[in-house]
Nanobody, 113 residues
Framework: QVQLVESGGGLVQPGGSLRLSCAASGSIFRFLAMAWYRQAPGKQRELVAS???????NYADSVKGRFTISRDNAKNTVYLEMNNLKPEDTAVYYCSANSRTFWGQGTQVTVSS
């Protein structure tokens, strides 16, 4: 199975930036659609951004223009660059592979003054 390990979460002030990384195991990474989801307390997990095997991307309206998803197939890694962070971005961010077949353990992002 594919193993996903997120990193890069932490505490950041509103307006700040953060880059999340998701490292995947295996040699099939380049074939996998990848996505970032997030889950805030009391809310269901929601899609933040996705990127397919052809590097086509989609974003939730709430993050459009602020977040950028990218992938480096040579490093088996997908990134989420988050800019102009807002308190409402606070959540556990999860990396997903192969249309939600695989999940990482999540990394906490807290946006607070």
């Amino acid at each position: 199975q594919v193993q996903l390990v997120e990193s890069g979460g932490g505490l950041v002030q509103p307006g700040g930036s953060l880059r999340l990384s998701c490292a995947a195991s295996g040699s099939i990474f380049r074939f996998l659609a990848m996505a970032w989801y997030r889950q805030a307390p009391g809310k269901q997990r929601e899609l933040v951004a996705s990127i397919d095997y052809g590097s086509n991307t989609n974003y939730a309206d709430s993050v459009k223009g602020r977040f950028t998803i990218s992938r480096d197939n040579a490093k088996n890694t997908v990134y989420l660059e988050m800019n102009n962070l807002k308190p409402e971005d606070t959540a556990v961010y999860y990396c997903s592979a192969n249309s939600r077949t695989f999940w990482g353990q999540g990394t906490q992002v807290t946006v607070s003054s």
